[in-house]
């Protein structure tokens, strides 16, 4: 491309470039720093339609300059409209992201509707730029009248002018101006400040609105030299027309045709396009990045930031491209698609205030607690929050928060129990830096909220160095918020104000929601390195040198416009907005250009042909019957390496547990004396045994919302041991009921449990306490009395084989005869059969020989269940085995196990299959890798 002679007048030159050329951007820059000397290029100005294809030409002209140099300005007309308005206007701009929660706070509106009016304003402003609103509402009401749309859909559009005029007026009234506006008063400000660079460059722009076009023609009219491009196809004329004679009826230009000097090449032979077909989208976002990852191997593209993929629907492939991508090692950039609101300082700011507004709930607080972007965040929440959030059951509440050394004093680990005290200091002071925000919780001012919460940011220092744009962001979303009050204060007041005329206050509620607005509106601009990845419409005049463009199916490309609730599409069409059926050209539009400036070896399209069991077709663009296969060979990733070459499998891992005998000497040796529990527990399964009881290793899991099992047994236990202990006083049950109430207030109000356990476990008990009266009468009648509770025992059963243990009740019936009572809370399982074949619950009747060997006659023990208010004997009246039988194969039990025990012998094995179900250690299990012992 050159430029023919000296500029000695205004010059205008316009460039048609055709699909298939690439490279005008290059040429134009090139063409504009070879008329300036030296290197400060700040003279020329480049305007491009959006901020990738500014990315883009910034790349570009650093390519083309060798040495140091000033960089020639590049925007967008919307960012030259902020610089310019900022040094030179002189009211308070406003981003568009706090319109619709100023318009929902002035019109009573949600907040969903609201965003719907703010979009009808930001469209009447961009195509009727400097129009009242009284003229606007007429010519709205002239078409609506014209074509006959029914009242009800007429009215709506109606209303919403006259919230624009409200909102003109709130806005006027407080000296405030929004990007539209700052965009209305540019060309003034050109004029007046005869703002002109030496060349000025609009490259790429095809779509422009009256807005847009009046900042450029006074642009242009104030420059010596402009050079513009423009994308041309015959076939898109529809797309390209209106700016093309918006420079043709407003300057006088050269243009430069395809037979001319300057022309650029014709467009190439329309391309045939293929693409690929995938059976669903991770297989697609799998095979693009084995192509890329071939690609970069093969040595045929080295530099991945020339790469570009793209989805119409970006937001379906985000975390799947990000996942994918991260195994084949691929480093990737997404484009500014993802709101701030689900960017992590923004999460843990939004989970802050959700704690706050909920009183503190286990999962958003522990997130803010945790959170790397709270630089003053006491450590020890990081570290051990996590732990306490599983283990403490909480569900929400503060005094729940401060109160966890009581709820977590039960807790096994004893790493964890000995940092509480630390822990609850530290919650005393984060609560007491939240309590300012907390005590706006229910009323406050949005100022007030703002202030109260940036105070709270810097103590907690928000953000970290990597992210220091945050810390400043956040500022500015708090200051926009805080202006919310001044606009409500211009009268007529709003009708939604709760406490009438002089009431300004919300609820931290509606300050989250409309922050969270904001957030999830406005986006954060990413640069980095590796693969860009973008959606479709950020590509509009871009030119990739390697481009992938996925998702392509029908209903996503193209896609329809989302319906307008306020202007019926022929509205738009008489009112010439952008129409459906434009909306639909400017997708292939850019399709088509996006294509035909590609090679097809650096083009890859492709759809996923599945998702769940759904179907779909290719787009409509791509053509028919032009599927291709694809397979890229090779091994691109870590987990495909170990896959094809398995090194040792996970099973040749798992072994059964040998110890030496002489390490668990000390715990159960000949010296030591063994807990009644444990011979049992150890006969469940010896490697269960080992691993909980003797490392003492616990599954990490969220306790459910609910009394530990351990606690309401204790409880139990204590309640019935002081009960029954005076059982013999009760003259009648309604003795023995005052008792109980009695007792129970006692003893809960000692326990670390919320009012709601304690109210539970009373109504509860007393509503069983009828039965329980009634086994105690019975007990009574057969002879027996109370005699202890909870009573310790130890001996030497067999010889070099002591125990120990504690008896739950022991009840007599004459001064040597007594019988043995252990309470369970759950249901009673004791079967004959399997304590004699099995030698399963062997503890009560180890009591027993406790008992005996202390010279006591035990007649029978039982199982009370309290659950099931029932109380199970061995033996029983019909059982023919007598109690000294039940010892004495027990005591064979009790040798054969303590013997095992003592070699160390930790075999998976369990006593009941049962048992293997609920294991923790399942899946690590040699018993279970025996496929024929798998339970199935
Ligand atoms: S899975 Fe069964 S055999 Fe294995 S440790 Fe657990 S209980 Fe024992």
């Known amino acids: 491309m050159q430029f023919q002679g000296k500029i000695m007048q205004k010059q205008i030159k316009v460039f048609h470039v055709p699909f298939s050329r690439r490279g005008s ?52 007309i919307k960012q030259l409209s902020k610089k310019l308005y900022s040094l030179h206007g002189n009211k308070t701009p406003i981003s568009g992201s706090v319109i619709p929660i100023i318009i929902s706070q002035l019109s009573g509106k949600g907040i969903g509707f609201s965003s719907v009016i703010s979009s009808f304003i930001d469209e009447i402003k961009q195509y009727r730029p400097g129009k009242d609103i009284e003229s606007i509402h007429k010519e709205l009401k002239s078409v609506f009248e014209e ?33 539209n506006d700052v965009m209305a008063e540019c060309p003034a400000i050109i004029r007046e400040h005869n703002y002109s660079p030496a060349i000025l460059i609009l490259d790429g722009f095809y779509e422009v609105t009256p807005s847009e ?147 503190y709930p286990r999962l958003p607080f522990s997130r803010f607690l945790t959170s ?68 706006l919780k229910d009323r406050g001012t949005f100022k007030q909220i703002s202030e109260a919460l940036h105070k709270l940011l810097s103590d907690l220092d928000f953000s970290r160095p990597e992210d220091a744009d945050a810390k400043e962001q956040v500022s500015g979303f708090l200051k926009e918020l805080a202006l919310i009050d001044n606009l409500l204060q211009i009268p007529p007041r709003p009708p939604l104000l709760k406490g009438g005329w002089g009431d300004l206050s919300y609820s931290l509620r509606e300050f989250i929601d409309s922050l969270r607005y904001i957030l999830n509106t406005s986006e954060k601009e990413a640069e980095g390195e590796g693969v860009q990845v973008s959606g479709f419409f950020e590509l509009r005049c871009t030119e990739p040198e390697y481009l992938y463009l996925g998702g392509l199916k029908d209903g996503d490309l193209p896609s329809m416009p989302e319906i307008d609730l306020l202007l019926p599409d022929n509205v738009k069409t008489k009112l010439g907005l952008v129409n459906m059926k434009r909306y639909l050209h400017l997708q292939q539009f850019i399709f088509r250009r ?85 011979i049992d527990a150890y006969r469940t399964c010896h490697r269960k045994f080992f691993i909980e009881k003797i490392l003492r290793l616990e599954p990490s899991e969220t306790k459910e919302y609910e009394i530990e099992a351990m606690l309401l047994g204790t409880i139990i236990h204590e309640i019935m041991a002081e009960l029954m202990a005076k059982s013999r006083s009760y003259r009648d049950f309604n003795e023995m009921k005052a008792a109980a109430e009695k007792l129970l207030g006692k003893l809960l109000d000692e326990k670390p449990l919320e009012n709601y356990w304690k109210n539970f476990i009373r109504d509860s008990f007393l509503s069983i306490l009828p039965e329980i009266y009634e086994i105690e009468s019975e007990l009574r009648d057969e002879g027996y009395s109370f005699i202890k509770a909870e009573a310790p025992v130890e001996g030497e059963v067999i010889k070099n084989i002591k125990l120990k243990g504690k008896i739950d009740r022991i009840d007599k019936k004459t001064d040597s005869e007594v019988e043995l009572i252990d309470y369970k809370t759950g249901t009673a399982q004791l079967s004959r059969t399997e304590i004699v074949n099995k030698g399963a619950s062997l503890q009560l009747f180890l009591y027993a020989a406790l008992m005996k060997s202390l010279g006591f006659k035990v007649n029978r023990a039982g199982i009370y269940s309290v659950k099931d208010t029932k109380i199970t004997w061995v033996p029983g009246k019909k059982d023919s085995n007598t109690m000294d039988d039940y010892i004495e194969s027990c005591l064979k039990y009790l040798e054969k196990t303590v013997s095992d025990l003592r070699k160390g012998d930790f075999t998976a094995f369990p006593l009941n299959e049962q048992t293997c179900r609920n294991c923790h250690e399942r899946a690590y299990c040699p018993y279970m890798q025996t496929t024929s012992n798998a339970i199935k």
Not at 55 to 68: A, D, G, V, Y
Not at 215 to 232: F, G, H
Not at 287 to 300: D, E, P, V
């Open 25 to 76: 951007t290059e040429e134009l820059l090139k063409e504009a720093a070879s008329r300036i000397k030296g290197s400060d290029y700040s003279k020329i100005l480049c305007l491009s339609p959006t901020p990738w294809k500014i990315r883009e030409s910034q790349k570009i002209f650093h390519k083309l300059t060798e040495n140091t140099y000033i960089p020639p300005g590049m925007m967008t």
């Open 213 to 359: 076009e009046r900042i450029l023609k006074s642009m242009v009219e104030q420059t010596e030299t402009t050079l513009i491009s423009m994308p041309y196809d015959n076939n898109f004329t529809l797309i390209t027309n209106s700016f093309d004679d918006f420079i043709k009826n407003n300057f006088n230009i050269e243009t430069t045709t395809s037979g001319s000097e300057t022309a650029l090449p014709l467009p190439s032979s329309e391309k045939r396009l293929s693409y690929v077909s995938y059976p669903g989208i991770d297989e697609e976002v799998e095979g693009i990045a084995r192509h890329i990852k071939n690609l970069f191997i093969s040595g045929r593209c080295r530099s991945l930031g020339k790469i570009i993929v793209a989805f119409p629907k970006l937001h379906t492939y985000h975390d799947i491209v990000q996942r994918v991508f991260k195994r084949y090692g691929i480093p990737c950039t997404f484009s500014a698609s993802k709101p701030l609101g689900k960017t992590e300082p923004y999460l843990a700011l939004t989970a802050l205030l959700e704690s706050i507004a909920d009183d």
């Open 372 to 439: 790397p972007h709270f630089e003053k965040m006491p450590a020890l929440f990081r570290e051990w929050i996590p732990q306490i959030s599983l283990y403490s059951g909480i569900i929400k509440g503060k005094n729940s928060w401060l109160g966890l050394s009581k709820t977590l004093s039960n807790v096994k680990s004893l790493a964890l129990r000995d940092i509480l005290p630390e822990t609850e200091k530290e919650f005393k002071w984060i609560f007491k830096k939240l309590k300012p925000l907390e005590s």
């Open 594 to 678: 996006l294509t035909a400036a590609l090679p097809s070896k650096n083009l890859h399209l492709s759809y996923a042909a599945m998702e769940a069991d759904r179907l779909f077709l290719p787009s409509p663009f791509l053509p028919w019957k032009a599927e291709a296969t694809e397979k890229t060979p090779g091994i691109l990733c870590r987990e495909e390496e170990m896959l094809r070459h398995p090194e040792i499998p996970l099973a040749s891992h798992i072994k059964e547990i040998g110890i030496k005998s002489r390490l668990i000497k000390k715990q159960f040796g000949e010296n030591s004396k063994i807990r009644v529990t444990d």
């Open 147 to 179: 074509l006959n749309v029914p009242e009800e859909g007429s009215k709506r559009a109606m209303d919403a002018t006259e919230i624009f005029r409200k909102y003109q007026e709130a806005l006027a009234a407080q000296n405030l101006i929004d990007e």
